[in-house]
């Protein structure tokens, strides 16, 4: 019974972010296989929350969370051991983005919990604190009593409150003498649990009182006045310069216009001024009456940064300090104009670098990515005008990787009229991996995440150029039809890293379709591109989007789906028009337009109707097939 209601709860959890990353060096080999399968089961839900088949996503997190269940217990292992934190970190992100997709929100401690531990648990653990336990406040839930602590955050099949609740034993279970908590009440504490066991507010103040503020609904406020002062030359510490950065990198994580906790974003001058909830947090020339400075400072609770996030560093403390007393002003152009992100400052930074200052760069960055894959192996490494190459094939088989790829960057130059000279800003890393395994372990190393089986190789170009490179599985010369070859896998890796190039958002399947739609105008017999328009047909009949624009978006489709319907929605655009508006489609995708408007700019059509048109021109076969 005990483990039936632990499933039965383990069922509606979530349990935790991307993709199974390094793993602990004391799992077997099978072991790890069983990880990755586990976790390559998990990276197939996202596209059924995608296409709204929210039942079948229920259906597949409830059977990875089973299978790892069996694998931890067939195993032997804690489910706290460090090796599975990324899977369980992959898990609540589907939960997430299914309860969010579905209209499911998350539990609230305040709404839900508090009321179930007031009605059936603060009788004997409120002032009478039997065992030890008082669970009068949250501040008590976290204490625990004698018997340890009650909450595993994001595990609560480990967590003693929930054991206490399903055990068999009449003499540990709770409420003791009572009846249970039924199994609706059960399933929620444990939701709570999973979700990270969130609290936010005053912890010491009582079960009862927080449950009633949640019924409250808010009055509708006036907008608070906010007073900003400007800089009068006499300062000796400039917020831009002293402390914008390290309050956006570190408080913005959790004060930003889209979590804004307790009401309160960093995100501009005037919104820090604002404050939040509970009022201003900064009042220039007073430290007592800024509420910044006490958080910070930990004369109030809770201590900022809250959680286990990265502490501030003595400069920024000290400057803040100062700030403060001196007045909290103002030294930018626009109050109201957001900070710039992390990104944003060293992209600004780095525009300034030399030739050889970005070569440097590159070069140390693609030998810390070789490293965190293969430690132990010494790549075979070229250098060329555009391209530094590492890999663990032969000096051979890189020297006409090389090549290939030279023919290919002259080719876009031609095609696309660039005089960029390199291409890439210190170059384009080319990562070549002789077997399966290598990719996959850069993936798993470097990115943290699985890939399917379908992909053999990607493009990174971070805004900053910070990343810039290439990675793919040397899959040989002969292609087939679950294979395209190397040349082909090269040339769709390169057009994707050019494409990427100066920023912008363009959706996966263009960047993948554009790759594989040029290296078809050098491989048009290739088996491999040839077998994609049968797979997109097998893949449309499967998808039954009942919006059929909604193919122009990004994510509609999985990875493995992502190579057959771009290829063919590409190859139906450059025939559907000419090769300049396909070139205007996507300079207005790069520009932010978004899918429909750059439609409708470019092909003067209704993106529905283009949809429609493109999948009546691939040919009528039969479901699509595993390759």
């Known amino acids: 019974m005990q483990r039936h209601i632990l499933r039965m709860t383990l069922g509606f959890l979530v349990l935790g972010g991307l993709c199974i990353g390094s793993l602990a060096a004391a799992l077997t080999v099978e072991q790890k296989k069983e990880l990755k399968e586990i976790g390559s089961e998990i990276s197939k839900i996202s596209p059924l929350i995608s296409k709204k088949k929210y039942e079948d996503a229920s259906t597949a997190i409830q059977a990875a ?19 599975l934190k990324p899977v369980h970190a992959q898990l609540e992100k589907v939960k997430t983005l299914l309860g969010k997709a579905s209209g499911k929100g998350g539990v609230s401690f305040a709404k839900s919990v508090a009321p179930i531990l007031i009605s059936k648990c603060v009788g004997c653990h409120g002032e009478e604190a039997k065992g030890g336990l008082n669970l009068d406040s949250f501040a008590g839930l976290e204490k625990g009593g004698k018997s340890g602590e009650l909450v595993i955050s994001g595990n609560p099949e480990e967590s003693l409150l929930v054991r206490r609740l399903v055990t068999e034993s009449d003499t540990d279970r709770m409420p003791k003498g009572k009846e249970g908590l039924s199994e609706k009440e059960i399933r929620l504490i444990g939701v709570w649990i999973a979700e990270g066991a969130k609290f936010e507010g005053d912890k010491s103040l009582g079960l009862a009182a927080l449950a009633k503020a949640a019924t409250i609904t808010k009055p509708v406020v006036a907008p608070r006045k906010v007073e900003i002062v400007k800089e009068t030359g006499k300062e000796t510490v400039h917020f831009m310069k002293d402390l914008m950065p390290e309050m956006v990198d570190t408080c913005g994580r959790c004060h930003n216009d889209t979590v804004k906790r307790s009401g309160f974003s960093v995100t501009s001058f005037e919104k820090l001024m604002k404050g939040g909830d509970s009022g201003a947090v900064v009042v220039g020339g007073s430290l007592e009456n800024s509420r910044l400075w006490r958080l910070v400072n930990g004369d109030d609770t809770p201590v900022m940064p809250a959680g286990n996030q990265t502490g501030i560093t003595r400069p920024f403390y000290n400057n803040l300090k100062t700030w403060i007393l001196e007045g909290a002003t103002f030294d930018g152009d626009d109050p109201k104009k957001n900070f710039p992100s992390r990104d944003e400052r060293e992209a600004a930074a ?20 070789w490293k965190k894959t293969f430690p132990s192996v010494e790549p075979a490494r070229r250098e060329s005008a555009e391209f530094l190459l590492y890999g663990d094939v032969s000096d051979d088989r890189l020297a006409a990787v090389e090549k290939w790829a030279g023919d290919h960057v002259a080719s876009l130059r031609q095609t696309f009229k660039v005089k960029d000279d390199p291409m890439w800003r210190g170059k384009l890393a080319i990562f070549v991996f002789k077997e399966r395994f290598g990719y996959e372990e850069f993936n798993n190393s470097v990115h943290k995440r699985e890939v399917p089986r379908e992909v053999f190789g990607h493009s990174q170009l971070s805004l900053t150029m910070e990343e810039s490179f290439i990675a793919i599985q040397d899959l040989g010369d002969a292609a087939t039809e679950s294979s395209p070859g190397m040349q082909v896998n090269l040339i769709e890796q390169l057009t994707g890293a050019f494409l990427k190039r100066g920023g912008g958002s363009l959706p996966d399947w263009l960047i993948r379709g554009t790759g594989l739609a040029l290296a078809h105008r050098k491989s048009a017999g290739n088996p491999y591109l040839a077998s994609l328009p049968r797979l997109a047909s097998g893949i449309l009949q499967e998808s039954n989007l009942n919006e059929p624009q909604k193919i122009f978006l990004n994510g509609t489709f999985a990875p493995g789906e992502v190579g057959p319907i771009g290829f063919t929605l590409v190859e139906f655009l450059l025939k559907k028009g000419d090769p300049m508006q396909f070139n205007q489609f996507v300079a ?25 048109s493109y999948a009546s021109s691939l040919p009528i076969g039969s479901k699509k097939g595993k390759k």
């Open 65 to 83: 969370e089973d299978r790892l269940k069996k694998f931890i217990d067939d195993e032997q292992l804690k489910p706290t051991e460090a090796a």
């Open 350 to 369: 780095m525009a300034k670098f030399t030739p050889e200052q970005w070569l440097e760069r590159r070069k140390k960055a693609s030998e810390v990515d």
């Open 588 to 612: 207005k995708l790069k520009s932010g337009s978004s899918p429909e408007d750059a439609i409708k700019n470019s092909y003067h059509v209704e993106d529905r109707v283009l949809a429609l």
